[in-house]
């Protein structure tokens, strides 16, 4: 299997299974001389960790990180200065439950990958899925907190903004409130409606979906490059690659298409640093495939999960009609976890093409 491997200059590899002995990512690229900590990327992976609430699958993974390579020990335990050469890190698998998916080893679950992998490849991992299992985010999310070093005055920040067909409240919108609720949730009154919904819908082992929107503050103006080289395509593509995600959109996205040209175009007046400051941000902080330098704005719709106790017409590997139900630990809302994730994958984009404008433009515009 090829393309594991997502970036230009800062360059992330992962590796490994759901059900193998370990999985992990080496991240080709940083900078040297870029000081960093274990807890800073545990802090993240804490973040994703399941099973820390009812409204996660309940794998109970903890999730420890080790740097294995490309850094030299700092002044204190677990403090590292990268030296520019490949970073590797691990995480060892520790609750796998290989025989939840016995059942399923000859038979395909509707809107999983099995049938196309085993078209494609001629085999499967039927445990969880192999490499097509969401287990393989938390290696983006090691990475992200890499990326997140690499753009000085950098801040990625995600929450989820709609579970099925609840949507938060923006004017009740608090970042602050994000961390204290259990799905990254910025409108408390929201978050306490989505435990509701979210409970019925747990009870009757079914899944349901939700939208995320990921912000990234600081981003430098001139990142990116027409045609072939557009940050919002390759955020877009990020995105797209995390399991699950069904649609992308940056800046004010499809409803766009509802606006006016005087709407929806972003005007501009001198600002008090001599450069064009904008009025709005419909564009989500990218023009042409360039960042404006404004927030970049991100939002990706994630399917309800597959994997429900509901079930469900499909056939087996021999051809045969048969009826699939799930068994095993699966998140009603995979969504909710999905938030790190989706600031992983923005970070990492952002650094890549942080590094990409410096080798080529960098003088120029020092």
């Known amino acids: 299997m090829s393309h594991n491997t997502f970036g230009h200059l800062f360059r992330v590899t992962t590796w490994g299974e759901s059900h193998g002995a370990a999985i992990g990512c080496v991240v080709d690229g940083m900078p040297p001389n870029i000081r960093f900590t274990v807890a800073e990327i545990q802090a993240e992976l804490d973040r994703r960790r399941p099973g ?3 409204y996660t699958t309940q794998r109970q993974e903890l999730d420890q990180v080790r740097v294995l390579s490309g850094v030299m020990p700092g002044e204190t335990e677990g403090d590292y200065v990268s030296t520019g050469t490949p970073i590797a890190l691990e995480i060892q698998n520790t609750d796998q439950r290989s025989k939840d998916y016995s059942d399923i080893a000859q038979r395909y679950r509707p809107g999983h990958a099995d049938m196309t992998y085993d078209v494609k490849y ?3 991992d039927h445990r969880g899925g192999g490499r097509s299992s969401a ?3 938390a290696m983006r999310v090691a990475a992200g907190a890499l990326a997140r070093k690499v753009v000085p005055g950098l801040r990625v920040r995600g ?3 709609a579970i099925g067909a609840t949507w938060v409240d923006r004017s009740r919108w608090d970042w602050d409130e994000v961390p ?3 799905f990254f949730c910025p409108d408390a009154e929201t978050a306490t409606r989505w435990a509701e919904e979210l409970d019925a819908v747990r009870k009757s082992g079914s899944s349901i979906g939700a939208v995320v929107e990921i912000v990234a503050e600081g981003v430098p103006a001139g990142l990116g490059a027409p045609i072939y080289g557009k940050l919002d395509a390759d955020i877009a593509s990020g995105l797209m ?3 699950a995600v069904k649609g992308v959109e940056i800046g004010e996205g499809f409803a766009a298409a509802a606006l006016s040209g005087e709407e929806n175009a972003d005007e501009m007046r001198p600002g008090p640093d001599g450069r064009p400051q904008f009025l709005s941000n419909h564009a989500g902080g990218i023009l042409g495939g360039i960042s404006t330098g404004q927030a970049v704005v991100a939002r990706f719709a994630v399917k309800p999960t597959s994997s429900i106790l509901t079930p469900r017409r499909s056939v087996d590997a021999g051809g045969n009609a048969v009826d699939v139900m799930t068994k095993g630990r699966h998140d009603p809302c995979v969504g909710i ?5 989706g600031e992983a994958m923005v970070a990492c984009a952002i650094a890549d093409h942080y590094l990409r404008d410096r080798g ?3 003088a120029v515009r020092a």
């Not at 976890?337 to 994730?341: D, G, H, N, Q, Y």
Request: hydrophobic share 35%; charged share 25%; aromatic share 0%.
């Open 360 to 362: 080529q433009v960098g």
């Open 122 to 124: 001629g085999i499967r």
């Open 337 to 341: 976890r999905a938030v790190p994730v």
């Open 241 to 243: 690659s995390i399991n």
């Open 52 to 54: 820390q609430s009812r």
């Open 159 to 161: 929450a989820l903004v």
């Open 135 to 137: 287990r393989e985010t």
């Open 180 to 182: 204290r609720n259990p």
